[in-house]
């Protein structure tokens, strides 16, 4: 599993008048009263980690040293205020920077993906399109060291069973030596290595493809890209079958009810008046037995697609419709498919990261705080915007979109 997205009311494993504190006050703990309570909860959780199968020299070593990271609680219990629309999530992740990086790595590593399409029967362009929205092709792992963020996650905040799980199987992990303890780093949450391997799926799913003893997703691509492809196969990963594509709907087709689980036939589809968005016929891209849902991200005026068992494979990856699609259109590209045909409802166009690292750079140029111009549009960022939609005449939506970055290119 790629990532971890709360959904859980919080429960504090603690009980009585803790279980009351918010979490904000816990944060606020005096740093000793904080690492006290954590080694106490450290020492609760020992026999339970030894009955998983870590010894108790193991689980000494690797967490006597370790002290909580407060600061994951925040993340744990964020709740996002600002939600993109799909084509902002798209803009950003299918962009052309991506896209030539990838088919350089579909170069480079030509000769694994072929051992690996051979033994796992997932295609290259897939591989490497979840190796590129994962890390950014091994270019973004992640800071938090996995004992100490799955670590306080098992002590604060909620789902402290879940993460105990992952926590004992990240100290399996360093038992067994596929990785090192000070290379073991990745999300606040836990997930790590070049496609953001959970620990427990990692113990379940990864392989050592390079045949040298250890399984290491950190800093061997081969077993890395193998591994995924390991664990789109073992959740059901069709051979030579495609993850859909975009089509046409008649205009008097209603969409209610319709979505990526309700399955009908191809042929059902190709009876209600659905075509490809050239107008030609369904069957000639795949067989008219094929279950296919239909899935509108943005309604009947956006783009639509018949998706087949393929897409939930990848959607398993990581739960959320518009990851699956940004995977399944950049491996499309990869592949060499155009974009959409269809545009997306919108008059205000999402960016690419160039274009947001541009647009950050110019508010910083007019003296805007909005920290590094990383691309990641944060709220200094927006407000930045908003100040600056005021300023232009523009409503001031705080949108960092095509429309704000014209508008001050021009005015530059």
């Keep these: 599993m790629a990532r971890y997205f709360p959904k859980k009311p919080a429960i504090s494993r603690f009980g009585g008048l803790l279980s009351l504190i918010p979490l904000f006050f816990c944060a606020s703990f005096p740093i000793q009263a904080q690492n006290t309570d954590f080694a106490a909860c ?47 999530y798209l803009a950003a992740l299918v962009d052309e920077q991506r896209i030539q990086e990838g088919l350089q790595n579909l170069r480079l590593h030509k000769n694994t993906l072929a051992r690996i399409q051979e033994k796992y029967g997932v295609d290259p362009a897939t591989v490497v399109a979840v190796w590129g929205v994962e890390s950014n092709f091994g270019q973004t792992f992640g800071k938090y060291p996995l004992v100490q963020a799955l670590g306080t996650l098992s002590c604060y905040g909620r789902r402290q069973a879940f993460f105990q799980k992952e926590f ?19 999300s606040w949450a836990g997930a790590f290595g070049h496609t953001q391997f959970m620990p427990t799926t990692f113990e379940r799913l990864a392989v050592d493809f390079d045949g040298d003893g250890h399984r290491d997703l950190m800093d061997n691509t081969e077993d890395a890209l193998a591994s995924t492809a390991n664990y789109l196969a073992k959740n059901g990963w069709h051979s030579g079958q495609p993850w859909g594509f975009e089509v046409k709907l008649p205009d008097n087709l209603s969409i209610a009810g319709e979505g990526r689980k309700k399955k009908r036939t191809l042929q059902t589809w190709i009876n209600k008046g659905l075509t490809d968005v050239n107008g030609q016929p369904l069957n000639k891209l795949a067989p008219t037995s094929m279950q296919a849902g239909l899935l509108t991200p943005a309604g009947v005026n956006g783009p639509a697609f018949l998706v087949f068992k393929n897409f939930d494979v990848i959607y398993s990856y990581n739960a959320a419709e518009s990851y699956a699609l940004a995977i399944a259109h950049l491996s499309d590209r990869l592949k060499g498919e155009g974009a959409f045909k269809k545009a997306w409802p919108t008059d205000d166009l999402g960016l690419s990261r160039s274009e947001r690292i541009t647009l950050q750079k110019i508010l910083l140029q007019k003296s805007h705080d909005i920290g590094e111009a990383d691309g990641l549009i944060g709220s200094k960022t927006r407000e930045a915007i908003k100040v600056e939609q005021t300023r232009l005449g523009l409503q001031a939506d705080g949108r960092a979109g095509q429309k704000i970055l014209r508008a001050l290119r021009q005015a530059n």
């Design 42 to 88: 450290l020492d609760r959780l020992q026999p339970e980690a030894q009955k998983a199968g870590i010894s108790a020299s193991s689980f000494r070593q690797f967490t006597d040293s370790i002290v909580p990271d407060m600061s994951i609680l925040e993340k744990l219990d964020y709740q996002p205020e600002f939600k993109q629309p799909i084509w902002d």
């Design 168 to 186: 004992f199987a990240a100290l399996r992990i360093l038992q067994s030596g596929d990785i090192t303890p000070e290379r073991l780093v990745g």
